[in-house]
């Protein structure tokens, strides 16, 4: 049958090629690319259980070392004998369960002993001394007050003071009141961290005098500017 004769016969469509069965090299390549794809796998499953295992080595040590001194504190101070503190075959057993999966469950139990070692030493020590403040932070917390309650008498002065009168009541002020408020300062600092064994309280001066004239300063200054804008 010719082109034309089998054109007629489909209707005038040409007839498509029929595709070539697969042969052995398709075979081959097919299984190449299932070898590699599990070769691939493979390969990173070993690298995360390399990672995992590296991991729980770093860890083992951590629990070895928080536990090392907890089983001493527990034998030294509370009395306990070192038999209760063996595991027994049920703490084995449980132990054995837990680490059973490979390096990632491991990591996961040893993860988990060191919480529960550091939950025990919350329980035993109990949270740490507060830290103590620092001697300017810890002063400045007493000369500040002080240093505010100038502020207030100076500006109240200056209300009330007759006209004619501010410089007169600026001198008085700027060199008395600061003066006691430092004197208090001093005298109160004294008071409340002066009863310790440590030796002398630090007072600070420098900054205390310096806390004490800010309130004079900033009185001068809003005189200044409001004569200025008068």
Do not use: H, K
């Not at 729980?56 to 503190?85: I, K, T």
């Not at 207030?152 to 004619?164: E, H, K, M």
């Amino acid at each position: 049958m010719t082109d034309q004769q089998e054109q007629e016969t489909t209707g005038g469509i040409p007839a498509q090629p029929t595709p070539p069965a697969p042969g052995p090299w398709d075979d081959y390549l097919a299984a190449a690319q299932r070898l590699d794809a599990v070769r691939r796998a493979a390969s990173a499953a070993a690298g995360e259980q390399q990672a995992a295992l590296a991991a729980a080595n770093q860890e083992l040590l951590a629990v070895r070392a928080r536990l090392a001194p907890q089983q001493a504190r527990m034998m030294r101070d509370f009395g306990v004998p070192e038999s209760d503190l063996t595991p027994g075959p049920a703490e084995l057993e449980a132990a054995r369960q837990a680490v059973a999966g490979g390096p990632a469950a491991v990591l996961a139990a040893l993860q988990q002993a060191r919480r529960t070692a550091d939950a025990a030493d919350a329980t035993i020590i109990g949270p740490g001394p507060a830290r103590p403040l620092r001697p300017m932070v810890r002063n400045l917390l007493i000369y500040g007050p002080f240093a505010a309650a100038v502020l207030v008498v100076q500006i109240v002065l200056y209300l009330v003071a007759p006209q004619g009168s501010v410089p007169t009541y600026a001198l008085l002020c700027g060199l008395s009141l600061p003066v006691l408020a430092f004197g208090l300062g001093w005298v109160t600092i004294g008071f409340v961290y002066g009863g310790s064994d440590q030796g002398p309280v630090d007072r600070t001066p420098i900054l205390g005098a310096v806390a004490c004239l800010v309130p004079v300063l900033l009185t001068c200054m809003g005189v200044g500017l409001t004569a200025f804008f008068r």
